[in-house]
């Protein structure tokens, strides 16, 4: 069955340092997403990614983050200059483009990461 | 707003027992998607169920099965007789049907615990 792929699985990262979290979506989907989860916490909607642009994003996803699809088949989040709140698991997800809204988006494994 | 309450942390159940997960959302549109998702030990997010607003047919899939009641905005979930391998935190998520709104709002999640 098709998977979302994410590396690094885990990036640990010097505050002040700018880090890429990397996502494979399953290939025939079209909206993309971010999520994140701190520890022991909800997970937590950060943007969504449609036709090469953000439809949507929450507050969280301030001038520090962005994102960007550079080919085919990545999907990418960067963080700018981190700080030690933004440890956390990132997670991607992906879905259909057909009836979007009734589709379920699939998760892949999450990337933990840790800002000392 | 959208809100998914569950207002559940924790279960602890030995194996073999039914296991009923509590979901209270809060949505002011009138079409609108509910999931459950799985999260096992190891991260990952699993997509388990999905039910449309419109549709309020209780179903059973396998040892699954999900009590959706409009009138009380409630979409509650239950395992039949539990395994060790159903541990895991489970999440209730509510995504309106708008277009360009297709973000998730999760509950703060059930942490199940069973037990051998």
């Known amino acids: 069955e098709p998977e979302v792929t994410q590396t690094p699985s885990h990036q640990v990262t010097q505050m002040g340092q700018e880090v890429i979290l990397r996502c494979v979506p399953i290939?025939?989907?079209?909206?993309f997403y971010w999520y994140r989860q701190i520890l022991g916490q909800k997970v937590e909607f950060l943007v969504s990614?449609?036709?090469?642009?953000?439809?949507?994003k929450s507050e969280i996803f301030d001038d520090q983050f962005s994102v960007e699809r550079p080919d085919g088949s990545n999907f990418t989040l960067k963080i700018r200059s981190t700080k030690l709140e933004d440890s956390a698991m990132y997670f991607c997800?992906?879905?259909?483009?057909?009836?979007?809204?009734?589709?379920?988006?699939?998760f892949g494994d999450g990337t933990r990461l840790s800002i000392l | 707003a959208q809100k998914v309450t569950q207002a559940q942390t924790e279960i602890s159940v030995v194996e073999k027992e039914d296991v009923t997960l509590d979901c209270v959302y809060e949505?002011?549109?009138?079409?609108?998607?509910l999931f459950w998702y799985k999260q096992p030990p190891s991260g990952e997010l699993v997509f388990l169920i999905r039910?449309?607003?419109?549709?309020?047919q209780n179903e059973i899939s396998g040892r699954y099965s999900w009590n959706f009641q409009k009138s009380t905005s409630s979409f509650n979930f239950t395992i039949t007789a539990s395994q060790v391998v159903d541990s895991a935190v489970y999440f209730c998520?509510?995504?309106?049907?708008?277009?360009?709104?297709?973000?998730?709002?999760f509950g703060a999640g059930t942490t199940v615990t069973v037990r051998a």
């Open positions: 990614f449609y036709n090469n642009e953000i439809s949507e």
């Open positions: 039910r449309n607003s419109f549709d309020e």
């Open positions: 997800a992906s879905s259909e483009g057909y009836r979007v809204s009734n589709q379920p988006q699939h």
């Open positions: 949505t002011r549109d009138t079409t609108y998607y």
């Open positions: 290939s025939n989907h079209l909206y």
């Open positions: 998520a509510l995504r309106a049907s708008r277009s360009n709104d297709y973000k998730l709002s």
